[in-house]
């Protein structure tokens, strides 16, 4: 062999290792096509032609991008021209004020039947006003609904509602949907809500309730009744089932903190949902027409102890967090849809296929399912979101609870930070802002609870500030001048997060 020969093989193989160290230039988005449905692959970059030189690595970069970016949902619309955007300066962008106050508290008040009812409750310490912390929201027409989970004793009732439009912008809370439906830690029913955490409207006009059924979380964690669904309609107030998850699918130190509720093509009969454990890291499964459920685990659903340390104003505090924030990607032309999650103490977003979940069988054995969750991409430092939701303009958006602010991100175009937008950051209206919630209004609105949580749990808020808000933004101004509009054509430009993310993986 010349040595012509081997120095032109010797410097090939120099860039083909350059190659697999690398990786794709890219990012990636979990609505890709490929040859697993939902998977995340790493293809290396070709290399014909003017091996390695800037030009080809950028072409192969704008092929891949326009693979990409069409998303598991469908074409991309509007997109003009395929120049190469700049970068996204996601941590200080501080977006536009969206976000108008519906409601704002200092201290939680509640509407009894009487103010001898209410004197009397105070007295007995049944009702304690300082101990009581809103926490979930949704929205249903004129109505919005309020979770008051027992943090600690002294909450009365723990699912409310408030008229809209606001008349009253600090208006006590109406216990829904009457005070007989909640039961007392003292003397528990648990056939009655005990501690409700959040709540889901779904298209078929239901109200689904998260009830963890814990009291005292902060100073006695006491599992008084078993965690359950409850679902309502929304028409008459009527409850229509109660579902109680059966005892070996609840941990120890179990708190089931959030829920979504999956409907498909109206079929409201074989709706499913899907409960996140925060501190047991699983995901139970409930199929509505079957009557049962079965929890999902896996390794992904872990908190990141590299995300685990937060600071809030001043205070310092750890959390470890596991599966937390849960949102449904729009329904493919294949029948499936994506779960897109992530633990709270987390910068990482991921996805699993809702069949995968769905399917009990797969949860009988051991280690089937693994391979069908997949990362989607990192929000980077200071990304810990606790709950998101997905719009009909096929829009996630999130919540940034370190950052005061709410991000988003167009379904259609690669996770990474130049591509994750900024609705709203402001450290006043924002502060750690706890749930989200999308409605499902012709036109929708964003919901955001921001409630100072650190400081109830850890100091003592000032009750003669406001410390509670529920927020609300227009879904399609919430978007507008940020790269997630799906009309604005995705960011080219390099993230080193990003990268750093995928060779980690």
Same mark, same amino acid.
């Given at each position: ?14 860039? $083909? ?7 794709? @230039?890219g ?15 790493r293809? #290396? ?35 003009e ?25 200092? @201290?939680?008040?509640?509407m ?8 009397n409750?105070?007295?007995?310490r ?27 004793p ?8 408030l ?18 439906y ?9 056939s ?17 309730? $998260?009830d ?46 959030n829920?979504?509720?999956? @409907? ?5 009969d ?11 890291n699983?995901?139970?499964v ?18 990141n102890?590299?995300a685990s ?6 205070l310092?505090?750890q ?8 949102? $449904? ?25 809702? #069949? ?24 980077g ?9 997905v ?6 958006f999130?919540?940034?609870v370190?950052? #005061?602010?709410?991000?988003c ?35 929708q #609105? ?24 529920v ?5 399609r ?11 604005v054509?995705?960011?080219l ?5 990003q ?7």
């Open positions: 062999m010349s040595s012509g020969r081997r120095l032109w093989l010797a410097l090939a193989g120099v860039l $083909l290792v350059l190659a697999v160290i690398t990786g794709p @230039v990012s990636y988005s979990p609505f890709k096509k490929g040859p697993q449905h939902g998977s995340f692959t293809t #290396s970059p070709a290399v014909n032609g003017e091996r390695g030189t800037v030009r080809e690595r950028e072409r192969e970069r704008e092929r891949e991008q326009e693979r990409l970016a069409t998303p598991y949902v469908g074409p991309l619309v509007g997109l021209g395929g120049g190469k955007r700049a970068a996204n300066d996601f941590l200080e962008d501080v977006g536009k004020n969206v976000f108008d106050t519906v409601y704002h508290w200092k @201290v939680i008040d509640f009894y039947p009487s103010l001898q009812l209410r004197n409750a105070i007295r007995t049944e009702f304690i006003p300082e101990n009581n912390l809103p926490l979930g929201v949704d929205r249903f027409r004129d109505r919005l609904f309020i979770t008051t989970p027992r943090w600690n002294g909450v009365p009732a723990t699912l409310s509602y008229p809209l439009p606001a008349q009253d912008r600090s208006q006590p809370l109406m216990p829904y949907p009457d005070w007989s909640h039961t007392s830690p003292r003397n528990p029913d648990c009655k809500m005990m501690s409700v955490y959040r709540i889901q409207v779904d298209e078929c006009d239901r109200l689904w309730v $998260l963890a059924g814990v009291t005292d979380t902060l100073t006695n964690l006491q599992q008084v009744c078993p965690p359950k669904i409850m679902a309502f309609d929304l028409q008459n107030d009527e409850l229509l089932f109660t579902y109680v998850l059966p005892e070996e699918q609840v941990k120890e130190d179990s708190l089931h903190t829920i979504v509720v999956d @409907v498909r093509d109206g079929q409201c074989d709706a499913f949902a899907y409960v996140a454990d925060v501190w047991r699983g995901i139970t409930f199929d509505m027409r079957k009557f049962k459920s079965w929890r999902t685990t896996n390794h992904l659903y872990n908190p102890p590299l340390d937060y600071n809030y104003q001043e310092n505090f959390w470890s967090d596991g599966v937390f924030g849960m949102s $449904l990607a729009p329904v493919h032309r294949s029948g499936d849809r994506m779960l897109l999650f992530h633990p709270m103490s987390s910068f990482m977003e991921f996805q699993v296929p809702a #069949s995968i979940l769905r399917n009990e069988t797969v949860w009988e054995g051991f280690g089937l399912a693994a391979k069908a969750f997949q990362p989607v991409g990192t929000r430092r200071m990304g810990q979101s606790s709950t998101a939701g719009g009909k303009n096929n829009v996630q999130f919540t940034l370190q950052q #005061s602010g709410v991000g991100w167009d379904l259609g175009k690669p996770y990474n930070r130049n591509n994750l937008g900024v609705v709203e950051k402001n450290a006043q209206k924002l502060t750690f802002p706890n749930d989200l919630k999308v409605d499902r209004e012709p036109q #609105s964003l919901w955001v609870m921001s409630n100072k949580l650190p400081v109830f749990l850890y100091d003592k808020l000032d009750y003669t500030q406001t410390n509670f808000r927020l609300m933004a227009d879904a101004k919430a978007i507008e001048n940020t790269v997630c509009d799906p009309r054509p995705p960011s430009a390099f993230d080193a997060a990268l750093e993310c995928e060779l980690e993986l």
